[in-house]
């Protein structure tokens, strides 16, 4: 089982899935439709995380800044 890592920021959760032996980690960043050029950063803050398979999560962050 997966930690909670609602509202960690990007890199840390990566650091920590990555310690339970997450391998792939898909990243989708929403946002208010005058910002969607905008890409995740590091300090993106994480929203959901949504187990795919064993070795395979799913991200839903948003940007802060």
């Not at 920021?9 to 005058?34: C, F, N």
Request: negative net charge; aromatic residues 4%; charged residues 30%.
């Amino acid at each position: 089982m997966l930690p909670d890592l609602t509202g960690y920021m990007l890199q840390r959760a990566e650091d920590i899935l990555e310690s339970y032996g997450v391998d792939e980690i898909e990243v989708v960043l929403t946002s208010p439709p005058w910002k969607r050029e905008q890409q995740p950063s590091p300090k993106s803050r994480i929203l959901r995380v949504s187990r795919i398979t064993d070795r395979k999560v799913q991200l839903l962050v948003c940007n802060t800044e």
